[in-house]
């Protein structure tokens, strides 16, 4: 798939937000572009200006400076009627998911394309075509309090898909999703992209998100784009120091073992050749320090000792421990 032609320009974009009391800028000179077919993520903390942009992408903020080009087009340049023509080619989803409570699926489905014009059975026949492709086939006429957070929001990717759009744009889309949920999500959001050709913009503020899913990333601070590359490329090297936070979040809380408090465990076949210590440290959320290790692969089982330094306050070390101990592992204390 080319890449060439930006679908989305923004150029010496800023939204300022007065009040009687004060003056915000939400952003600051933004210059970006978002290739067709691509998946594009932009990742910031809370405040940083990132949903203020992507609602400026499609005109819900008018930008207070600067220009937002659409498939070629200066959105500010356009009146309403074309303007409202424009922003069907865009589908929104949002965190909250934003369901009509009194409709079924199916007809929350129906009520852009009824809106933009369409018939009833057109626009019946095209909701039931997206139902299929998220997966909820036999949830037409089901009211979105039966659904789950995950299948309300496979709805609302159906309902953001009825007027066949050039870009979906993804605001905080999972973060109201449990882990399995949100890959299933963003599984379905690659496979639109993969299928339909359709241009992905994903807001987020968590990196596992831009990880799994996107091509290019820029990284939003304090109101201004303070990074753009490919996303292996800001894995591998971030440069500005928001990007450091957001690939490195604990470099700033690095512990020190003041003591010298050890433990010894022994693998003796009945453990699978597993990535445990990053395991332990992902669930109980506590850091050690490899002092040794002697650990063979045989058949896919472990054999060896491993001896690690653990935290000197004891109910961490105990957390530790008892990890490990869970997991059918002989583990002692060693001086």
């Given at each position: 798939?080319q890449?060439?032609?930006?679908?989305?320009?923004?150029?010496?974009?800023?939204?300022?937000?007065k009040?009687?009391?004060?003056?915000?800028?939400?952003?600051?000179?933004?210059?970006?572009?978002?290739?067709?077919?691509?998946?594009?993520?932009?990742?910031?903390?809370?405040?940083?200006?990132?949903?203020?942009?992507?609602?400026?992408?499609?005109?819900l903020?008018?930008?207070?400076?600067?220009?937002?080009?659409?498939d070629?087009?200066?959105?500010?340049?356009?009146?309403?009627?074309?303007?409202?023509?424009?922003?069907?080619?865009?589908?929104?989803?949002?965190?909250?998911?934003?369901?009509?409570?009194?409709?079924?699926?199916?007809?929350?489905?129906?009520?852009?394309?009824?809106?933009?014009?369409?018939?009833?059975?057109?626009?019946?026949?095209?909701?039931?075509?997206?139902?299929?492709?998220?997966?909820?086939?036999?949830?037409?006429?089901?009211?979105?309090?039966?659904?789950?957070?995950?299948?309300?929001?496979?709805?609302?990717?159906?309902?953001?898909?009825?007027?066949?759009?050039?870009?979906?744009?993804?605001?905080?889309?999972?973060?109201?999703?449990?882990?399995a949920?949100?890959?299933?999500?963003?599984?379905?959001i690659?496979?639109?992209?993969?299928?339909?050709?359709?241009?992905?913009?994903?807001?987020?503020?968590?990196?596992?998100?831009?990880?799994?899913?996107?091509?290019?990333?820029?990284i939003?601070?304090?109101?201004?784009?303070?990074?753009?590359?490919?996303?292996?490329?800001?894995?591998?090297?971030?440069?500005?120091?928001?990007?450091?936070?957001?690939?490195?979040?604990?470099?700033?809380?690095?512990?020190?073992?003041?003591?010298?408090?050890?433990?010894?465990?022994?693998?003796?076949?009945?453990?699978?050749?597993?990535?445990?210590?990053?395991?332990?440290i992902?669930?109980?959320?506590?850091?050690v320090?490899?002092?040794?290790?002697?650990i063979k692969?045989?058949?896919?089982?472990?054999?060896?000792?491993?001896?690690?330094q653990?935290p000197?306050?004891?109910?961490?070390?105990?957390?530790?421990?008892?990890?490990?101990?869970?997991?059918?592992?002989?583990?002692?204390?060693?001086?």
């Open positions: 798939m890449r060439n032609e930006p679908i989305i320009k923004l150029d010496h974009l800023s939204k300022t937000f009040s009687k009391d004060s003056v915000v800028n939400a952003l600051d000179n933004i210059n970006l572009e978002i290739q067709k077919g691509e998946i594009f993520g932009i990742i910031g903390m809370s405040g940083a200006g990132k949903s203020t942009l992507v609602r400026c992408i499609n005109l903020e008018k930008p207070t400076e600067g220009s937002v080009l659409f070629g087009q200066d959105l500010l340049k356009l009146n309403q009627k074309a303007l409202r023509k424009s922003r069907q080619a865009m589908g929104m989803i949002f965190q909250q998911f934003n369901l009509l409570m009194q409709r079924t699926a199916l007809k929350n489905i129906c009520f852009p394309s009824e809106l933009s014009g369409l018939s009833k059975e057109k626009a019946q026949t095209r909701a039931l075509e997206l139902l299929e492709i998220v997966g909820l086939s036999d949830k037409a006429n089901v009211y979105p309090s039966q659904l789950s957070g995950g299948q309300k929001q496979r709805v609302a990717i159906a309902r953001a898909l009825a007027t066949n759009p050039k870009v979906l744009l993804c605001d905080e889309a999972t973060s109201a999703l449990d882990p949920t949100t890959h299933s999500i963003l599984s379905l690659k496979k639109l992209n993969e299928q339909l050709g359709i241009t992905i913009v994903i807001i987020t503020h968590e990196m596992s998100v831009i990880q799994e899913i996107c091509q290019r990333v820029a939003i601070d304090a109101s201004q784009i303070v990074e753009i590359g490919t996303v292996k490329e800001i894995f591998s090297s971030p440069k500005s120091s928001a990007g450091k936070k957001f690939i490195y979040p604990s470099s700033s809380k690095t512990q020190h073992f003041e003591k010298n408090r050890c433990i010894r465990i022994v693998f003796d076949g009945d453990f699978t050749y597993e990535p445990i210590i990053a395991n332990m992902l669930d109980c959320r506590e850091i320090n490899i002092l040794f290790a002697d692969n045989i058949d896919n089982k472990a054999y060896g000792h491993l001896v690690l653990i000197d306050d004891n109910i961490a070390a105990d957390k530790i421990i008892t990890y490990f101990k869970m997991k059918n592992l002989s583990v002692e204390e060693v001086i």
